[in-house]
Structure formats: C-alpha cells, structure tokens
C-alpha cells in the first residue's frame, strides 16, 4: 500500500514538474504588445497658425524626468488638435505609432481629462474608428475662459468604448490598460 501512495506521488510530481517546465510560445497573433511610448506631440491649429506642445521621454519610465511643454492657447478660439505618438527611443528608427493606433482605432482610445478639460476648453473628437466610435487622435477644442490648469491625457488601449459616456470622452467606465497618462500645464489668456 506504501508503494503505491508512493508510486502515485512520485507520478503526480513528475507531472507537475512537465507542466511547470513547460513554455507556452507567442505568436503576434495571440495579442497586441505595447509600443512603447516616448513622444506625444500635440497640434493646435487655428486660422492657418500652428502650435506644436510636446512631451518626451527618451529613457522611458523612471530614469531621466520627462521634458513637458507648457501649453499656451488664446481665448474664445476654435482650434483643431491633432496627435502624434512616437517611439524615440532609438534616433536611428524612430517609430510613428500614430499610423498603428488609427489602423486599430477600435483598440484604443485617448480621453482628456484634468482642470483644463473642465474649466478651460470645451473638447470633442473628430475622428472615428472602424465601429464609429472615437479615437482621438483628431479633436475641436473650443477655449472658453482664461485661467490656468491641467490637461491628462489618457490613451486606453482596449477599452469599453460602449461603456456609459465613453464616447463622450468619459474615461472612468472605460477600463482597458492605459498606454500613456501625460498633464500638460496650460493657460488660456
């Protein structure tokens, strides 16, 4: 009988040790992995004039902080905003996800948030996904009081785009993973 409790155990443990030991390969098919992320640039364009803001993290997380331009719009103006995200991390092969995010516009999503959001600018978008659901890598943004704040912005990669005020910028029932969370300073004067 002692043999055979130990006959099982030793078979039980040999199974788990093939289990553990073995390696489940990916294939680009099995999910989209993360860019990463050093450059947002964002373009206020109003009556034939642009503005260019721009945050850039060249060493990624921790190490060196970020460099964030401070965000400066005139009062009562109708801007486009256009977006731009890079991989900079390699001067010699800079990589523009802009292009990746539009192709899977239904995978992601940027919403703009903070104090500036609230108070400062009136923002909606102006681009839609496959689903037509918002992306945002194109917006209006209209500025409708002077005064200084923050602008986040969020990108969600995989969220619930039909999640209750999702479409209208609301992140809170989005979900999803967030790519990059970036506050500009801004002032409308």
């Known amino acids: 009988m002692k043999t ?3 006959s099982m155990l030793v078979a039980m443990s040999m199974v788990a040790v ?6 489940k390969e990916e294939s680009p098919a099995d999910g989209n992995e993360s860019e990463l992320i050093t450059t947002v640039r964002l373009r206020f364009s109003e009556g034939g004039t642009s503005q260019t803001f721009t945050y850039r993290d060249l060493d990624g997380a921790g190490g060196n ?3 964030i331009d401070a965000i400066r719009l005139a009062n009562g ?3 486009s905003l256009e977006l ?3 991989d900079e991390s390699n001067p010699s092969k800079i990589g523009n996800i802009t292009e990746e995010i539009f192709e899977e516009g239904y995978e992601h999503q940027f919403f703009f948030t903070g104090t500036a959001a609230a108070n400062l600018l009136s923002l909606s978008y102006a681009d839609k996904d496959k689903n037509n659901n918002p992306i945002g890598l194109k917006n209006s943004v209209m500025t409708k009081a002077t005064g200084n704040g923050i602008l986040t912005v969020i990108l969600r990669h995989k969220p619930n785009k039909a999640g209750a005020g999702v479409a ?13 969370e970036v506050n500009f300073n801004v002032t409308v004067q």
Do not use: R
């Not at 093939?18 to 390696?23: A, G, N, P, R, T």
């Not at 209208?168 to 990059?180: L, P």
């Open 4 to 6: 055979k409790i130990l």
């Open 18 to 23: 093939l289990f553990s030991c073995s390696k």
């Open 65 to 67: 902080a970020p460099v």
């Open 77 to 79: 103006k109708n801007y």
């Open 84 to 86: 731009e995200v890079l």
């Open 168 to 180: 209208n910028g609301q992140v809170a029932n989005a979900g999803g993973e967030t790519d990059i």
